[in-house]
């Protein structure tokens, strides 16, 4: 079973455009990743927030984690072209068990 | 430092024949991971390994797919008798003896199609 939902399905934006990437999930988790897939290859990770935490920065990425309303969200500034990929929360439970979302399909126009 | 190896990265076979996928894991890693990706979904979880010992193995289906571990190091995924369904992209990954708690290292993936 899929545990993280994504929102969107599908994002298209211009270069220079920030890009916003909502997850949902049901049951309390330890952490929450989110990894980028470019077509074709394997998934890389990309940050990681953990349940006590509601705010990460890593270079243009921006992640938030709301545990009260049980939803993060992924903030890409400035987008580039090479952003072009699927990306995916993943959430850890209380079981430990890592489980994805069905991803996000995020297309950057140059 | 070299990433998650695995092979081959594409396989053709028709429904019925049995097919194999090889994972060598990032060095130092314990923990090592075959997922299921279909096309359109995110990955899901087969089995996980720590050291040459299954943690996890509740989603694989047993009856046809099989993995082994059997030094700790490498890892073969085998399918047989292979069903349509399975056309799947094959992850492996690795992580540091955290296991799920952290972050996790994929290979480039081994694409199957059945026909």
């Known amino acids: 079973s899929q545990q993280g939902e994504e929102d969107p399905q599908a994002l298209s934006i211009q270069e220079g455009e920030n890009a916003t990437m909502n997850c949902s999930y049901k049951t309390s988790i330890n952490n929450l990743q989110w990894y980028r897939q470019n077509s074709g290859r394997g998934l890389v990770h990309l940050i990681l927030?953990?349940?006590?935490?509601r705010e990460k920065h890593s270079g243009r990425l921006r992640v938030t984690l709301d545990t009260s309303k049980k939803s993060s969200s992924l903030l890409i500034t400035a987008s580039r072209a090479a952003d072009t990929a699927s990306y995916f929360c993943?959430?850890?439970?209380?079981?430990?068990?890592?489980?994805f979302g069905k991803g996000i399909t995020l297309s950057v126009r140059p | 430092e070299a990433g998650v190896a695995q092979s081959p990265r594409y396989k053709i076979i028709e429904k019925r024949q049995s097919v194999a996928f090889w994972c060598n894991p990032i060095s130092g890693h314990a923990t090592l991971y075959w997922y299921q990706q279909i096309l359109g979904q995110g990955p899901k979880l087969l089995i996980q390994f720590q050291n040459n010992g299954v943690v996890d193995d509740s989603q694989l289906p047993k009856d046809r797919f099989s993995a082994e571990r059997l030094k700790g190091v490498d890892s073969t995924l085998k399918i047989q008798p292979a069903k349509l369904e399975d056309s799947a992209v094959y992850l492996c990954?690795?992580?540091?003896?955290?296991?799920?708690?952290?972050?996790?290292?994929f290979g480039e993936g081994s694409r199957l199609t059945v026909l």
């Open positions: 990954a690795s992580s540091f003896p955290g296991g799920h708690t952290g972050e996790l290292f």
């Open positions: 993943a959430t850890t439970g209380a079981n430990s068990k890592l489980t």
């Open positions: 927030i953990r349940s006590n935490e």
